[in-house]
Each structure stands twice: as C-alpha cells, then as structure tokens.
Nanobody, 114 residues
Framework: VDLVESGGGLVQAGGSLRLSCVAS????????MDWYRQAPGKQRELVAT???????NYADPVKGRFTISRDNAKNTVSLQMNSAKPEDTAVYYC?????????WGQGTQVTVSS
C-alpha cells in the first residue's frame, strides 16, 4: 500500500490550502484515514480523522477551520485548510489504517506566512 500526499505549499495567513492523499495498492477496507502534522522541534500530532462510516474528529486547534473528507471510490482523503495560521506550518502526513496495519505517506510541507 502506498500513500501519496499533494497540495502543500506556501500560503499567507488567513488563506486556504487543500491537501490530498491517494492510497494505492491492494486492500479490502479502510478503517480510518487521518491527517497528522509535525512542526520543527515538535512531536507529530493528529490533526483530523475520518472513519469508514464517515465520522470525523478534529484536534482543537483546527476545529472550525479544517475539514477532512473522503472519496471512497478514489481511495482519496482530503484536508481543506481555511483561515490558515502561522502555527499551522508543518509537514502534513496522511495515515491509512486497514486490517493488515497502518501506512504513512511521505509528507507534504505547508508553510503559512504571517
């Protein structure tokens, strides 16, 4: 199973960015797909998650600003980032949980300028 993120880049504070993650390979059913982020010098943290039923959860710092969504037919999960803040600057990773294990993407850099 491979995960490839895209959509990262530079955005001004208050702006928007959309990240996407495509899962390829052979697997039967997704349990959950998540977005994590890791800022320099900090631990990787969970940003948002969506399960197989479509239920979502968000970390407090991004609630009301970020939206996670999923396209099952395309094995894709997206993260819409609105009202970006400089503290959102980090490498963003997607993670896929399936019966056989957990898989990570390579990450995509998001930089929010003030």
């Amino acid at each position: 199973v491979d995960l490839v993120e895209s959509g990262g880049g530079l955005v001004q504070a208050g702006g928007s960015l959309r990240l996407s993650c495509v899962a390829s390979g052979s697997f039967f059913r997704m349990i959950a797909m998540d977005w994590y982020r890791q800022a320099p010098g900090k631990q990787r943290e969970l940003v948002a998650t969506i399960d197989s039923g479509g239920s979502t959860n968000y970390a407090d710092p991004v609630k009301g600003r970020f939206t996670i969504s999923r396209d099952n037919a395309k094995n894709t999960v997206s993260l819409q980032m609105n009202s970006a803040k400089p503290e959102d600057t980090a490498v963003y990773y997607c993670r896929l949980s399936i019966a056989s294990g957990v898989y990570w993407g390579q990450g995509t850099q998001v930089t929010v300028s003030s």
